[in-house]
């Protein structure tokens, strides 16, 4: 297994927030399966930085126990594991204390000269008094690189504040604006599609293709994000990030290469041509709303009120757009774009709906015609289906039936489906950013939010309720049905 991977150099990766959630479920799993696989030389080191007063074999000891709860259904040798818990420190900080910075910086200086990453996974308040320590230190010159989660501020002004901060510590190239959704293998096998087969870049425009659908539904509801969640919102957490940037891989030029800002390049285009949303049309091309209790297959859920303790009802728990790209590929095609909580089912899909043939030529009895449709799934498994009509076989007569040419990409290929993160965590070891955004892309994004948040702000209208466990407010089906369209459903 190990030979598919090319090593990355020798590197230091300081997490600031190691012993949160993102650390814990995403982060070190995905260091541990580039360990495992050699694709993490020896000699690199991992330290956590948090509040909690740990020392170091407690620290690995609760990384073991969280590596074990997630690779519960894999086999690792405990060897594997022993080895990469080697590579683990850990430091107490607090990022707003004076105390422990000096010891950090003895600690990484001691290895000047390798890459030298810095996570912030932690909450964007504390981004900018990081960046400023870490500048003061002399700790960002030489081959450094710095992450950033999301959400990259609440709003335009908040988030060009923050990269303005971090940019007087890093440089664009240093800076590593992360959306795991960028890394799914899904994602990476749409630009393949597209600029690697003749058969679909040719009708890949207004011409060919009737609409396009993203849906990110999630069936848990906040759980242990309700404060957050309250100040956020689905439209702030979702669509700002993950569904926009799905969106500009599916509707951008081809570029003149891979390279990371030709790529960029024709993303930040489809942001800077998203039709305007704003109070004079908000009404008819957004829904908002907010789930209330219903039913899972564990059994009852609570409501988001009830869940969240907070009286917070015009907090959006579920976001459905109409969008449209104004420019001459994608003139009068609509983007409906979906995403919510306790949803009837945890999917993410990018779904190519094409224009119906112009003219049939076969008899009513064959059967009606329905038109293709290209579904490229993000999760939970990841693969490609391509709906075509076939004759139905037997005797009989001509009848015509839709099936789907169905790639599973770990039926096809015979291996794990690596998390996003592996792949993301690995680009910023090189120094890759074409998978990671740049400034100008979230100040794009967040100037096409930011008046859909003011036509809400000013609406005397709430989130629209929905059962838990459904697909959402019925404005949601109507947002789409009285174009003509419906959702997509797996079995269509």
């Not at 957050?228 to 290469?257: F, I, K, T, W």
């Not at 112009?358 to 015609?369: D, K, Q, T, V, Y």
Request: include cysteine; charge should be neutral; proline fraction near 5%.
């Amino acid at each position: 297994m190990s030979g598919q991977f090319q090593p990355v150099e020798v590197f230091d990766l300081v997490i600031f927030g190691g012993t949160g959630d993102l650390a814990l479920r995403k982060l070190l799993p995905a260091l541990f399966h580039r360990f495992a696989d050699g694709q993490i030389s020896a000699g690199s080191r991992v330290i956590g930085i948090a509040r909690d007063r740990l020392d170091e074999s407690e620290y690995r000891a609760r990384i073991r126990a969280a590596l074990e709860r997630t690779l519960a259904a894999e086999a690792h040798s405990a060897t594997m594991l022993e080895q990469f818990l080697q590579l683990i420190s850990y430091r107490a900080l607090d990022a707003t204390q004076d105390h422990g910075w000096s010891e950090l910086a003895t600690m990484l200086n001691v290895a000047d000269g390798r890459v030298r990453v810095f996570y912030l996974a932690t909450a964007a308040n504390v981004f900018v008094a990081i960046c400023e320590r870490l500048r003061e230190l002399g700790l960002t010159q030489g081959k450094v690189r710095v992450v950033i989660e999301k959400p990259i501020g609440h709003d335009l002004r908040s988030a060009a504040a923050i990269n303005d901060a971090v940019g007087r510590a890093f440089a664009e190239r240093q800076t590593f604006r992360i959306d795991h959704y960028l890394g799914k293998e899904t994602v990476q096998n749409l630009i393949a599609l597209r600029f690697g087969n003749a058969l679909f870049e040719p009708l890949w425009s207004a011409e060919h293709i009737d609409h396009v659908q993203i849906t990110v539904a999630e069936n848990i509801g906040v759980e242990s994000r309700a404060a957050y969640y309250a100040g956020a919102g689905a439209l702030r957490d979702m669509v700002q990030n993950h569904l926009l940037q799905l969106l500009c891989m599916v509707a951008m030029e081809p570029p003149a290469s891979l390279e990371p800002d030709a790529v960029r390049d024709e993303k930040l285009k489809v942001l800077r041509a998203l039709r305007r949303i704003d109070a004079g049309n908000a009404d008819q091309l957004t829904v908002r709303g907010q789930y209330r209790a219903g039913a899972s297959a564990a059994g009852p859920v609570p409501g988001y009120l009830e869940e969240s303790g907070r009286d917070d009802v015009r907090t959006d728990t579920f976001v459905a757009i109409k969008a449209e790209v104004a420019n001459w590929r994608w003139a009068g095609v609509p983007f409906y774009l979906r995403t919510g909580k306790r949803l009837a089912a945890r999917v993410s899909e990018i779904v190519i709906a094409f224009r119906a043939i112009p003219h049939s030529i076969f008899a009513p009895a064959a059967g009606p015609i329905a038109p293709n449709k290209l579904v490229l799934r993000l999760q939970p498994d990841e693969g490609v289906k391509l709906w075509l009509m076939i004759k139905s076989p037997g005797p009989g007569g001509l009848r015509l039936r839709r099936v789907p040419l169905d790639m599973s990409f770990a039926e096809a290929f015979g291996v794990r489906n690596a998390d996003a993160y592996e792949r993301l965590l690995m680009d910023v070891v090189r120094g890759n950013p074409t998978l990671f955004m740049r400034r100008d892309e979230v100040e794009a994004a967040w100037q096409w939010i930011d008046p859909i948040l003011n036509a809400w702000a000013a609406s005397d209208d709430l989130p629209k309720p929905y059962t838990a466990g459904t697909w959402g407010p019925s404005a949601a089906v109507a947002l789409i049905e009285r174009d003509g369209r419906t959702w997509h459903e797996d079995a269509d």
